[in-house]
């Protein structure tokens, strides 16, 4: 009985379990996004032509991790906004506050990586294009979101076990 | 002074034999939601706070409680 209620669980998501793994999905999809632009910036400052190629091509990477890890969480929420538009504007969870609250201090701490990057731009690394701080600051900022969503998230671990109270319910 | 929000979750969700996955799916949150709340680690919106006041039908105040450290200067108006 136990296995048929599991199954059907994992095969029926509630509304809330999508809204949630989109979550995990887009903070998975914001680290890779990292690595990418960490990537594009790096190309900059690398002198070597040969690794500077294969960056480039290894860009790609991410990108496609990307859409494959994001796209099927994002189709499977859209579709439960189509059907269920009040649930999903409920949707109010640990999750979605965890994301929140990383969201802000990436927003913080980029404010603060812009400034010393304005401070530091005045004397030094003044050679250095435009995009290569754009990408700098994009690698920073969506880092940050990463990190912080997964600390926040997962916390000290201890969130509880599952009390299994319902015996025979139904009886 | 930061107040810490108690509740009484789990002594409800006993003496209804329901696990957290139960409740949770009973108020369209996750299990986490449920957990991280029962462990203090969640302050959750009135909305959900109502949605399990009303599931377990009783006021809210029965499962949710300021500590009482909390300074009574703070919560009492001047009159």
Known sequence: MNDRKERATAT???????????????AIGVSLLTISYAMAAAMYVIDDQGIVDFMDRLQLVPSI?????VFPA?????????????????????LVEMFK????????????????????????????????FINATLAFSLSVLSIAFFRLAHGDGDDGDDD???????? | MKAKLNNRIRVYRAEHRLSQSDLAERIGVTRKTISTIEVGRF?????????????????MEDIFSLNDDV?????????
């Open chain 1, 12 to 26: 029926n998501q509630s509304p809330a379990q999508i809204v949630d793994r989109l979550l995990q999905r887009t």
């Open chain 1, 65 to 69: 991790l990307v859409l494959l890890i």
């Open chain 1, 74 to 94: 994002f189709v499977k929420f859209a579709r439960l906004r189509y059907r269920q538009k009040s649930e999903c504007a409920e949707a109010d969870g640990y």
């Open chain 1, 101 to 132: 609250r990383a969201s802000a201090m990436a927003f913080s701490l980029t404010f603060i990586f812009l400034i010393i990057l304005e401070l530091v731009t005045e004397k030094y690394l003044t050679d250095l294009p435009t995009p290569f």
């Open chain 1, 164 to 171: 299994e109270f319902d015996t025979d319910q139904g009886a």
């Open chain 2, 43 to 59: 302050v959750p919106s009135t909305v959900i706070a109502l949605k399990i006041a009303r599931y377990f039908g009783v006021p």
């Open chain 2, 71 to 79: 300074d009574a200067s703070e919560s009492t108006p001047n009159t």
